[in-house]
């Protein structure tokens, strides 16, 4: 299988490590590219991904900031992406087909780290592709009451209409408010880029958290970022990046492969990934 990833700042992605090794696994050759396109313009993205098909490859990973941007350039969208209006995964077959792994990736992570318990009040930091994808995610897991914080009051009012026609339980927060509201959360969601080797900070800035909190970060390179350091000082249980890097390129290596493993034969290496990820990155 030809795959690759399209996205910006991504040499130190381990996607091709996992499919390489997924593929390793499951007797497939798996050869992986990067395509950085921080110099190429959006307008050229379509005759990319044409090429790329043109070329033989099975599909390519959409990362930061194209998550949001690919849907348009698919001749069809699968229910996880188009309710969310992002995707992470094109496949290539005489269409291009657009899914959205962050979605279902990070409701496996959710329930590897707590099984049945549903969410309560949450915030997620950043509303962009993969801030999307957790909104609707935490949606389907049944989230008790959701609060969104983006520097984009239109994409936040936006998110914010679509929550509410499902029912959910949301609010838009502002970054005034956070300092005497952070304290009420339960969980908190890192979905922007801030933390990474290339965006470095902290989407919570100078702001303390509780031991009784807990902490998700999107991020995974580095994979143990300030954000997460924060909850470490005070013992909060810490959910890295490198979950939802793992569940959501287990659900991506079944779509390159044309659905041809079983899933629960998939999912059987989920422990052995986390063992060499958390032993590789999480310093």
């Known amino acids: 299988m030809k795959l690759g990833l399209i ?18 696994l499951f007797g497939v050759s798996v050869s992986y590219e990067l395509f950085d396109l921080k110099s190429i313009k959006e307008s050229n ?6 090429e790329l098909k043109m070329s033989g490859f099975s599909g390519v990973n959409i990362t930061f900031p194209f998550k949001e941007k690919v849907i348009k350039f698919a001749d069809k969208v699968y229910e996880s992406a188009f309710n969310v209006k992002s995707a992470n995964t094109l496949i290539f077959q ?8 962050d979605y279902s990736g990070f409701i496996k992570s959710y329930d590897f780290h707590f099984k049945k318990k549903k969410p309560g009040k949450i915030l997620i930091i950043g509303i962009g592709g993969v801030g999307r994808a ?6 389907s897991l049944g989230v008790l009451e959701l609060h969104i914080l983006d520097t984009d009051n ?4 936006q998110l914010l209409r679509e929550l509410k026609e499902l029912k959910i339980n949301c609010k838009l ?9 952070i304290s ?3 969980g908190i969601i890192n979905c922007t880029p801030l933390g990474h080797y290339d965006f470095p900070g902290c989407s919570l800035g100078n702001l303390k958290i509780k031991k009784y909190q807990w902490l998700y970060d999107v991020v995974y390179t580095p994979a143990k970022t300030i954000f997460l350091k924060k909850g470490e000082l005070v013992g909060s249980k810490l959910i890295s990046g490198i979950d939802l890097f793992i569940f959501q390129a287990l659900d991506a290596f079944l779509l390159f492969s044309n659905n041809r493993f079983d899933q629960k034969d998939i999912l059987q290496h989920t422990h052995y ?11």
Not at 154 to 157: A, C, F, H, I, N
Not at 173 to 181: A, G, R, W
Not at 273 to 283: T, V
């Open 134 to 139: 957790i909104s609707f995610a935490l949606s």
């Open 184 to 186: 009420s959360f339960d």
């Open 154 to 157: 239109l994409k936040g009012e």
């Open 7 to 24: 996205g910006h700042n991504i040499a130190t992605s381990q996607a091709p490590d996992i499919h390489k090794r997924l593929g390793d």
């Open 273 to 283: 990934l986390r063992d060499h990820y958390f032993n590789r990155l999480y310093k």
């Open 94 to 101: 005489k269409n291009i087909v657009a899914h959205n792994t």
């Open 173 to 181: 927060l502002n970054h005034k408010k956070l300092e005497s509201t």
């Open 45 to 50: 993205l379509p005759d990319i991904l044409k």
